[in-house]
Structures are given as structure tokens and as C-alpha cells.
């Protein structure tokens, strides 16, 4: 029902930036919000950030004034700017279709991930 194309991500150092974008190609519903998750190994997966159409957002504590998420409505697209990344930000990265209600929460619709891994 949703076809995501993701792109971005790779190797970067500590306190460099990266920029991962999904744009969903297809899709049989309206989408109202997106937006990034991430799982390390041996970890769950958790939310990055989240945005609706209105432009609202939510980030996970632990990427606060670090990351800053974006959205091309007419494109069905989405962006993260990552910047100052930490090692502890090492994982992978899907992009998610959600739902607004406050806050953003998760659809089961998921790309296929892209690695971010930030290593000296």
C-alpha cells in the first residue's frame, strides 16, 4: 500500500552531519504525518522525529536540538538533518507513515532502512 525511496545515510565521524530523505512513491491512503525511526543492534526500535502536515513535530529526547526533521507535502516526502551526531547514534534508519494525535505515532508501514554509523 506505501512504497518508500530512501536515501542517504552512510559513515561520518563523531560531531558530523548527515541528511537522510524519504519520498513515498506510492501510496492507496492519504498521509498526514511521517517520520524517522532508528534501531541499534540489540536495541528497540525508537522514534527520531516525527511531523504532520501543519508543520507539528516530535522528537526523541535523546536527538533534541541535534536533528531536525522536514516535510515536503506535495512530494510525500521527508527529511532529517542530523548534525553533531554522537557514536551512540550508530543504527538503522526507516522511515515510517504515521498518525497525528498530540504526538506522532506509528502505522505499520516501514522503508527498508538506511545504516547511519558514526565512528572515528
Known amino acids: 500500500q506505501v512504497q518508500f525511496v530512501e536515501s542517504g545515510g552512510g559513515l561520518v565521524q563523531p560531531g558530523g552531519s548527515l541528511g537522510l530523505s524519504c519520498v513515498i512513491s506510492?501510496?492507496?491512503?492519504?498521509?498526514?504525518?511521517m517520520g524517522w525511526y532508528r534501531q541499534a543492534p540489540g536495541q528497540q526500535r525508537e522514534l527520531v522525529a516525527g511531523?504532520?502536515?501543519?508543520?507539528?513535530?516530535k522528537y526523541g529526547d535523546s536527538v533534541k536540538g541535534r536533528f531536525t526533521i522536514a516535510r515536503d507535502n506535495a512530494e510525500n516526502a521527508v527529511y532529517l538533518q542530523m548534525n553533531d551526531l554522537k557514536v551512540e547514534d550508530t543504527a538503522v534508519y526507516y522511515c515510517?507513515?504515521?498518525?497525528?494525535?498530540?504526538?506522532?505515532?506509528?502505522?505499520?508501514?516501514w522503508g527498508a532502512g538506511t545504516q547511519v554509523t558514526v565512528s572515528s
Open positions: 515510517n507513515v504515521g498518525y497525528w494525535s498530540d504526538s506522532y505515532y506509528a502505522h505499520d508501514y
Open positions: 511531523i504532520n502536515n501543519f508543520g507539528d513535530t
Open positions: 506510492r501510496s492507496t491512503f492519504r498521509i498526514n504525518a
